[in-house]
T-cell receptor, first 109, second 115 residues
């Protein structure tokens, strides 16, 4: 079967750094995606990892360890607009994505 | 690039009625996906098209649900005899076929409320 675990909620301060962890179990692993979703809106693509290591994209970075079934999303220089849910998703052998329940991040002043 | 569009954005219906949603993918994308999302949960995969062919369906897609993509462009998702448990956000995504996996881009969703 497939399973993704990520914290339900996190709170961080504006300007700080926050790390959102994701552990997964899946068959036919084809990569791990991170999406951002503001309340009432569609998920928007943030990052994708298929090989072990860190992918950096501006203020956002994502890390993958396939042997550990582990990923994290790192957000630097937090801004109030970063308050959103962050969804970890695995691409399996097929083309669909299996999503976690998401981590709701609240950025406080 | 106009992005993925969905229509309607909101739909309120009475239990037992049929509803149909439309999705227009990004124009050059040949793959199209439908997901369902309920409050506090991540999106759940429903079905996937490559061009006009429906290649995969989730067990979540009961026989009351049907999806089509007749010309390989827009897609429709129909729910017959709606039930209160069908209330959810229905999301459409599209992608361009490439070395797997593709990056999927989501539309704004159709929020369905069944009374």
């Amino acid at each position: 079967g497939q399973n993704i675990d990520q914290p339900t909620e996190m709170t961080a301060t504006e300007g700080a750094i926050v790390q959102i962890n994701c552990t997964y179990q899946t068959s036919g692993f084809n990569g791990l995606f991170w999406y951002q979703q503001h309340a009432g809106e569609a998920p928007t693509f943030l990052s994708y990892n298929v090989l072990d290591g860190l992918e950096e994209k501006g203020r956002f970075s994502s890390f993958l360890s396939r042997s550990k079934g582990y990923s994290y999303l790192l957000l630097k220089e937090l801004q109030m607009k970063d308050s959103a849910s962050y969804l970890c998703a695995c691409a399996s052998g097929a083309n669909n994505l299996f999503f976690g329940t998401g981590t709701r991040l609240t950025v406080i002043p | 690039d106009t992005g993925v569009s969905q229509d309607p954005r909101h739909k309120i219906t009475k239990r037992g009625q049929n509803v149909t949603f439309r999705c227009d993918p990004i124009s050059e994308h040949n793959r199209l996906y439908w997901y369902r999302q309920t409050l506090g949960q991540g999106p759940e995969f429903l079905t996937y098209f490559q061009n006009e062919a429906q290649l995969e369906k989730s067990r979540l897609l009961s026989d009351r649900f049907s999806a089509e993509r007749p010309k390989g462009s827009f897609s429709t998702l129909e729910i017959q005899r709606t039930e209160q448990g069908d209330s959810a956000m229905y999301l459409c995504a599209s992608s361009l076929e490439q070395s797997p996996p593709d990056t999927q881009y989501f539309g704004p969703g159709t929020r369905l409320t069944v009374l």
